[in-house]
């Protein structure tokens, strides 16, 4: 059993920069790849980033390529998403997921992902 916390969210400008982090519980976080996923308002939720068990490799949706930067830290359980020029179109509750030994090529579908954390809210806005 792993049990995700994310913390970090808030309100930011446009251009604005925020870090989320997710705090995962248990003794093989190190098996686990980790994922960044969000839901705004009227949408489905969607894959932001991931960080592949093993070596890990990173990977972002399209639409925060360069923005947007994945890493985590194994001997402390954390995992971070650093959001720099934040869009208003960033606005969502972001949610941190844990999947274990998900392979890289399918870290961008949510059911392969076994633990959610409760989201935190984020809100680009002037």
């Known amino acids: 059993q792993v049990q995700l916390v994310e913390s970090g969210g808030g309100l930011v400008q446009p251009g604005g920069s925020l870090r989320l982090s997710c705090a995962a519980s248990?003794?093989?976080?190190?098996?686990?790849?980790m994922g960044w996923f969000r839901q705004a308002p009227g949408k489905e939720r969607e894959f932001v980033a991931a960080s592949s068990w093993g070596d890990s490799s990173t990977y972002y949706a399209g639409s925060v390529k360069g923005r947007f930067t994945i890493s985590r830290d194994n001997a402390e359980n954390m995992v971070y998403l650093q959001m720099d020029s934040l869009k208003p179109e960033d606005t969502a509750v972001y949610y941190c997921?844990?999947?274990?030994?998900?392979?890289?090529?399918?870290?961008?579908?949510?059911?392969?992902?076994?633990?959610w954390g409760q989201g935190t809210q984020v809100i680009v806005s002037s």
């Open positions: 248990g003794r093989t976080f190190s098996s686990y790849t």
């Open positions: 997921a844990a999947g274990w030994k998900t392979l890289a090529a399918i870290a961008t579908t949510q059911r392969n992902y076994n633990y």
